[in-house]
């Protein structure tokens, strides 16, 4: 019998189905391996028993090289996790791996160049054919040979986000198989009957692999079923959209990063108490059994003891517990069915103060400590109010060189162009959050940046509440001094990013107002904050932009200490947030008036009296 080794499971990482928010979490588990073992990768099997053998009872992880249970939990999560995954992989490889087919190049081309002009497929699956064909060379299946049973193989292998994009590529190859044209153009590469896709199944969350690989599989399935109550309501239909093509809106604020949290605090509550002895695997079936009053508790009381533990290296921070327990009992109170007594005491359990800790809710030190120094720094709230016309300015005299320019000047008039657009926005309109901004739609069906015709008029914001962070919805009207900045990036940068990016990385027409490459999807979020940093920082600004809001709310504080409710509209924000938030601005504001009035009544009490 072959053994394999860690060596060919770091390897294979990219073949095991996991995806792209853990993908980093499990190369990193394995990269660690060979320190924790203490030997070459090519000298540790690959084997869950072993490891199992070797880690199951392990007590002594600053030993093994972690500063705390946690870290260990995570690393022996995700290590044991790949070793099962790479066992069943290569149970199902053939013996030698075949060669890239080399015929499906000139259908990839065919696609390419004739898909959206003979009508075969939707924008999102056209843009998408390429994971299929990827999905069919790394298999070594020739194009005439892409059938039903190989389209139900790939299917089983792949994760439920992986699965619908090469779904959606299936579309466009039906599509081609049943077109006369592309038969014709393409003959002697193409089936002669399209392939039939698997049965309608319902989304498997990704974000139960948070949970250690013994859980059973009833407690993962109610995990999944918690996050599609989250995302769609309780009665929603999971055969609806068997190809996962459900809208940003229609995730009800319920999104990855969220069930991906809500996921590692269930997994949480599931490590400590297995790891203390405090429950069994096998007595665990679901939420309900696992999300007690009382396992919850018991977690906490583990926490707090380890973080109290002065061999335990670095501190567990408070406001990671507090996530914990909120998330926890969240999920408990919406979903096990707890009951009203329980319910109150798990409230009061997320708002004690040995659970919440000192500093939850309020501003960092470190984000207070800049936005005080922009406070007092009248030369850097000049530049911030003027930076969309500067931005603005710049980049039009820039433009105007376009044809004797750089590429990498190019690109940075461009970048100063999009700048003033976002801050336009964020200081004509309102101040948004990066993830609402990044994703603004205009001229679709359901716009959330309504430009006037022509750009003649007032533009709007009308942000539905399922794609805000608190649920309000967000509508506003745009100062008309933005509108001249709006015109010109959405008429000249943007369609130079469309049709001449100077790198030839050509952005899609969508209905997204910060565009990308994909059609389908808005700038990426590294892309966009990196794009408005620079922008920042060209003005002077030392700024990021979520400093951005508290700039604004720091304006009209300023001016009007109680207009906590104005700031609040303005900032899509709670009042009692705003007001604990920015309850310093109030304090200068009132030391200010203090020294003035001590100033009147020293001057009343000695006007008239002569110094000596």
Known sequence: MTTHHLAAVKDAVPHLGYSKSYFNTVRAALNKAPKVYKKPANKIPACPDDFDQRFENAADYIALGFADLTR?????????????????????????????????????????????????????GWMTFTAFVAAAREDGVAPLSADTAFVH??????????RKQFLRGLEVWNALI???AAQTALAGLLPTAPAEPPQKQAPRSGYDGWLPAEAAVSLREDFAAYVQAKRHGSDDD???????????????????????????????????????DLIDADDIDDLSELLTLKHIKSATRIFQEVRADEMSGPKSDASSLHSYVSKVTQIAIEHCDVSPETEKKMIA??????????GIGKMSAARRRRVEAFANDIAMQTRLLDAPEMLFRESQARLRDWKTMSQHNRMWALKLGTAAAALAILLYGKPLREQNLRKLRVFCDLPTLILPEGFKGEARLDLPGEITKNGNPIAGEIELEAIPILQFYYETVREKLIAEHPFGKNYAESEFLFNSPKNDRAAEKSVFTALLGEGLAFCGLDLDTHEMRH?????????????????????????DTVRKFYAWINKRK?????RAKLRAAKNKRLKGRGRS
């Open 349 to 358: 359990l997320r708002k004690h103060p040995t659970v919440r800790g000192k």
């Open 72 to 124: 260990f939990g995570v690393w022996k999560t995700a290590t044991r996790g790949a070793f099962e995954r790479y066992q069943r992989w290569i149970a199902n490889q053939p013996v030698q791996r075949p060669k890239f087919d080399d015929r499906w190049p000139i259908v990839l081309s065919f696609v390419t160049d004739e898909a959206p002009v003979l009508g075969l497929a939707t924008k999102r």
């Open 153 to 162: 193989r790939m299917c089983d292998r792949k994760t439920y986000a992986s």
């Open 178 to 180: 049943m077109s006369d």
């Open 551 to 575: 700039a604004v709310a720091f304006f009209v504080l300023d001016e009007d200490p109680n207009a906590i409710e104005e700031a609040a509209e303005l900032l899509d924000d709670h009042p």
């Open 590 to 594: 009132a030391h200010r008036s203090a």
């Open 238 to 276: 999971l055969d609806d959209e068997p190809f996962g093509n459900d809208s940003e809106e229609g995730k009800l604020n319920f999104t990855d990063s969220s069930a991906k949290a809500y996921g590692y605090a269930v997994g949480w509550v599931y490590r400590t108490l297995i790891r203390a």
